[in-house]
Structure formats: structure tokens, C-alpha cells
């Protein structure tokens, strides 16, 4: 099936691969979204659509621009113009934290957490700052005592209960991309942004991490960037993809995985003569 850049092959389904009900309303969406730099446009004319309680994937060959569209979404960068609305609210011109406070967190390509801190001290801290008391760490151990229990609520969430009492720098690679999405869901989000949750994992650490991301999904929207596409046929509800920062494509995982221009993308191959049965 072909697909035009802004085109959607959802349809009326009324499920998703994995059981999930669609809902239909937007949360997420851009109009015209550009970022240049010094005449070099790493983003163009980015016309996207998430809907609520959806998991979005958002693909695409190296260099398409994918984490400098979630740095747009999520104001690490200005765009050179466009707009960008979420829940309804222009949130073009407003800074990283401003847009965190409104439920819009994101996770980052590169693992970040405190690697001299406990696990749960991790997962603390970000429940420190999402209730204004960021400074309570100069306070006695007895206070910040009251942010354990749901700390240890959210670190079983994640698989990590065991880990709770280890410094973080401990922790294999894998578990502490899930220690990171504790300390995310601390924030209390309302959508769930994830850059390349499962880069350089062992495939015990990929399911691990799937499995995660559909509970943490449950009530929230996920917007994730991921070069893992058996990671985003199993996840996601729709794709978009995106080439030299503009959306080629957007559809179902079966629909944008037979788009010939797709198959040029990510294969090299010629779009007239690409065939209809190859997957990207």
C-alpha cells in the first residue's frame, strides 16, 4: 500500500497489535515544523499527529532528523518556525520544564541518571522535584524518608525492587534504562516521550524493555524514536517515518513497511521497482 506523507492507514481498527482500544482525539500535533541550521534544514515542514492513549513510533534512516524533532517537541531547540500543540495549547514558545510541568516528559538517547546515587535515591530526587522540593537533599534522612515508599512503588513498576540499596553506576546497561524510566514516571506523565529505549541492548534486555513500555503505557500516550523494527512492529499503534527531516510516510507497521519509497530509505533500493513483499 502506498502511502502519501501525511496519509494514515489506521483506519477504523479497533484495537491495536496488542489489545490496547484506539482512541482517536490528537494530544501531540505540528504544523509546518522546520528547524535550519545555518541554512541546513535538519527538520521541514514536519506535519505530525499522535493520538491520545496511542503508542507513535517515529523512524527513520540515520541522519532523518528524529532526535532533533523530539529536541523541537520537547523544547530543547527552538524550530526556525512552525507550531507545535499539545493538549490542545500552543506550547511553541515555551521552555523544557514549562512544558514537563504540563505531562510532556521525554527520556534521552544517552542513559542519565546519578551514577554515585542509589537506585533509589535516583527515583527520590525525581519525586522530590515533581512535588517543588528539589532542595529537600540538604534536609535530614528522616524527611526525605516520606518519598520511599512510592519511589520503591515505582522501581517494582519497572522491575528493579532488587536493586533499590545499589549506586546506579552499578547497574548494567539495561537496568538503567529502566531505572530512567522510573525516575520519567516520577514526573507523573501525561505523555511519554522515549529516544531509542532499547539502543545497545542484549535481546534479554530488548524484551525486558518492551515489556516495560507497554505497562508504562497503560493510560498514557508514547511517542518513541527506535531503530529496532521488530521493537516498533510490536509496539506501535502508527508509524511515522521520516527522511532528510520530512516525513516520507505514516501508516500501520505492515502498510509503511511495504511503501517502496520506505524500502528505498532504509535499503537503497529503487522505489519503481521495489517490491511489495520486502519489510524495511
Given at each position: 500500500?502506498?502511502?502519501?506523507?501525511?496519509?494514515?492507514s489506521g483506519?477504523?481498527?479497533?484495537t491495536?497489535?496488542w489489545?490496547?482500544?484506539?482512541?482517536?482525539d490528537?494530544?501531540?500535533e505540528?504544523e509546518g515544523?522546520?528547524k535550519?541550521f545555518?541554512?541546513?534544514?535538519?527538520?521541514?515542514?514536519?506535519?505530525?499527529?499522535?493520538?491520545?492513549?496511542s503508542?507513535?513510533?517515529?523512524?527513520?534512516?540515520?541522519?532523518?532528523?528524529?532526535?532533533?524533532c523530539f529536541?523541537?517537541?520537547?523544547?530543547?531547540?527552538p524550530?526556525?518556525?512552525?507550531?507545535?500543540?499539545?493538549?490542545?495549547?500552543?506550547?511553541?514558545?515555551m521552555k523544557?520544564?514549562e512544558?514537563a510541568?504540563?505531562?510532556l516528559?521525554?527520556?534521552?538517547?544517552?542513559?542519565a541518571?546519578?551514577?554515585?546515587?542509589?537506585?533509589?535515591?535516583n527515583?527520590?530526587l525525581a519525586?522530590q522535584?515533581?512535588?517543588?522540593?528539589?532542595?529537600?537533599f540538604?534536609?535530614?534522612?528522616n524527611l526525605?524518608?516520606?518519598?520511599d515508599?512510592?519511589a520503591?512503588?515505582l522501581?517494582?513498576?519497572?522491575?528493579?525492587?532488587?536493586?533499590?540499596?545499589?549506586?546506579a553506576g552499578?547497574l548494567?546497561?539495561?537496568?538503567?534504562r529502566?531505572?530512567?524510566i522510573a525516575?520519567?514516571?516520577a514526573?507523573?506523565?501525561?505523555m511519554?516521550?522515549?529516544?531509542?529505549?532499547?539502543?545497545?541492548?542484549?535481546?534479554?534486555?530488548?524484551?525486558r524493555?518492551?515489556?516495560?513500555?507497554?505497562?508504562?503505557?497503560?493510560g498514557?500516550?508514547?511517542?518513541l524514536?527506535?531503530h529496532?523494527?521488530?521493537?516498533v512492529e510490536g509496539l506501535?499503534?502508527?508509524?511515522t517515518?521520516?527522511?532528510?527531516?520530512?516525513v516520507?510516510a505514516?501508516?500501520?507497521?505492515?502498510s509503511?513497511?511495504r511503501?517502496?519509497?520506505?524500502?528505498?530509505?532504509?535499503?537503497?533500493?529503487?522505489p519503481t521497482?521495489?517490491?511489495g513483499?520486502?519489510?524495511?
Amino acid at each position: 500500500m502506498r502511502l502519501d506523507c501525511n496519509g494514515d492507514s489506521g483506519g477504523g481498527a479497533a484495537t491495536n497489535n496488542w489489545g490496547r482500544p484506539r482512541v482517536v482525539d490528537t494530544i501531540l500535533e505540528t504544523e509546518g515544523l522546520t528547524k535550519e541550521f545555518r541554512g541546513f534544514a535538519a527538520v521541514s515542514d514536519v506535519r505530525l499527529q499522535v493520538r491520545r492513549g496511542s503508542i507513535h513510533g517515529l523512524i527513520g534512516p540515520n541522519g532523518a532528523g528524529k532526535t532533533t524533532c523530539f529536541n523541537l517537541l520537547t523544547k530543547f531547540l527552538p524550530p526556525t518556525r512552525g507550531v507545535i500543540r499539545y493538549d490542545g495549547r500552543d506550547i511553541t514558545g515555551m521552555k523544557p520544564a514549562e512544558v514537563a510541568r504540563l505531562g510532556l516528559v521525554r527520556s534521552f538517547q544517552i542513559s542519565a541518571v546519578f551514577p554515585n546515587l542509589t537506585v533509589l535515591e535516583n527515583v527520590r530526587l525525581a519525586l522530590q522535584r515533581q512535588r517543588g522540593g528539589s532542595f529537600d537533599f540538604w534536609r535530614g534522612e528522616n524527611l526525605l524518608r516520606q518519598y520511599d515508599d512510592r519511589a520503591l512503588e515505582l522501581l517494582e513498576d519497572v522491575g528493579l525492587t532488587g536493586y533499590a540499596r545499589l549506586t546506579a553506576g552499578q547497574l548494567p546497561y539495561g537496568r538503567k534504562r529502566a531505572l530512567e524510566i522510573a525516575t520519567t514516571l516520577a514526573l507523573d506523565p501525561v505523555m511519554l516521550l522515549l529516544d531509542e529505549p532499547t539502543a545497545g541492548m542484549t535481546h534479554e534486555d530488548v524484551d525486558r524493555i518492551v515489556a516495560l513500555v507497554k505497562r508504562v503505557a497503560a493510560g498514557r500516550t508514547v511517542l518513541l524514536v527506535e531503530h529496532n523494527l521488530k521493537v516498533v512492529e510490536g509496539l506501535c499503534d502508527t508509524i511515522t517515518v521520516l527522511t532528510r527531516g520530512r516525513v516520507l510516510a505514516q501508516g500501520d507497521y505492515a502498510s509503511v513497511s511495504r511503501n517502496p519509497e520506505v524500502q528505498a530509505a532504509y535499503l537503497g533500493t529503487d522505489p519503481t521497482i521495489a517490491g511489495g513483499s520486502q519489510n524495511v
